[in-house]
């Protein structure tokens, strides 16, 4: 379990990004996390790998304070970050080399990953293009079996049909004992793998819900006619017309529109916390 409590985070002084932030994440849950450009997506990664201190309050991480990088939690935690780094090794000698500092690495399932992405077992990582470097590494975090894995835009520099490998990848390496976070600004691509939703914005965690809850409560829609006009909370153009987002009166479950769901949260941050806000 993850604990974020009362945390203070700042890259300069008097001009926190996070203030008092607290959060909880719990085990068997995939998580997205969204927020606009700025908004401390990779820096909250960061704080809860280590790679970053919090200037006040605290960060509980199945016991261990991540700040100090203690062998046994940094053997079970892994961060992709966005810009990766890329050593001047092959995926064989990544295997040979790096994966025993995780002592959970998968290395049937590593190859298999890597043949699932085509990506050559002893090519030089440092000759492939951005999107084959990016699939090696996704390769590679996902074999090390860590309890706690952060992906940061998974999926930029991917084609279409590698993203359709990594929806499928992530979803059939889920575990009930598991804690997966990814960062992303391309909803559309992950959508169908969130189960939970958290929304950054003005410091603070102002959103943090299971799709679940969030489709008992607010009907998704798109089309150039809304049904219930006078009850659309909230609606932006698109190339279906219109996308909206009305009160679910019913409570029947439907789809979740992220993307909407994220635009209209920014837009009147307000009116969807008093709509969502509960820790269900």
């Known amino acids: 379990m993850i604990t974020v409590n009362n945390m203070t985070f700042s890259y300069r002084r008097g001009e926190d990004l996070f203030r008092n932030m607290s959060l909880s994440l719990v085990p068997g849950r995939i998580y997205g996390l969204l927020g606009k450009n700025g908004a401390g997506k990779t820096t909250l990664l960061k704080l809860i790998s280590g790679l970053s201190t919090p200037l006040s309050g605290s960060i509980d991480v199945n016991g261990y304070k991540p700040s100090k990088r203690e062998v046994a939690f940094l053997a079970d935690i892994f961060f992709l970050s966005e810009e990766i780094y890329i050593p001047q090794r092959t995926p064989k000698e990544m295997?040979?080399?790096?994966?025993?500092?995780?002592?959970?690495?998968d290395i049937v399932l590593y190859r298999q990953l890597l043949d699932k992405l085509e990506v050559k077992y002893t090519g030089k990582?440092?000759?492939?293009?951005?999107?084959?470097?990016?699939?090696?590494?996704?390769?590679?975090?996902?074999?090390?079996?860590?309890?706690?894995?952060?992906?940061?835009?998974?999926?930029?520099?991917?084609?279409?049909?590698?993203?359709?490998?990594?929806?499928?990848?992530?979803?059939?390496?889920?575990?009930?004992?598991?804690?997966?976070?990814?960062?992303?600004?391309?909803?559309?691509?992950?959508?169908?793998?969130?189960?939970?939703?958290?929304?950054?914005?003005?410091?603070?965690?102002?959103?943090?819900?299971?799709?679940?809850?969030?489709?008992?409560?607010?009907?998704?829609?798109?089309?150039?006619?809304?049904?219930?006009?006078?009850?659309?909370?909230?609606?932006?153009?698109s190339e279906l017309g219109k996308s909206y987002i009305i009160k679910n009166n019913s409570h029947a479950q439907g789809l979740v529109d992220l993307e909407t769901l994220f635009n209209g949260f920014v837009f009147d941050p307000k009116t969807f916390n008093q709509l969502l806000n509960t820790k269900n």
């Open 95 to 105: 295997e040979d080399y790096i994966a025993p500092f995780y002592p959970s690495f």
């Open 125 to 237: 990582l440092k000759q492939l293009s951005f999107g084959q470097k990016k699939k090696a590494m996704i390769a590679f975090a996902i074999a090390c079996n860590t309890k706690y894995l952060f992906l940061d835009e998974p999926t930029n520099g991917l084609d279409i049909p590698s993203k359709a490998l990594f929806r499928s990848i992530i979803a059939s390496t889920y575990d009930e004992n598991r804690v997966i976070i990814i960062s992303t600004h391309q909803v559309r691509d992950l959508q169908s793998l969130i189960d939970r939703v958290i929304i950054l914005n003005d410091q603070q965690i102002q959103l943090d819900a299971s799709l679940d809850m969030v489709s008992e409560r607010l009907t998704f829609g798109h089309g150039a006619i809304i049904p219930n006009e006078n009850e659309i909370i909230y609606s932006e153009g």
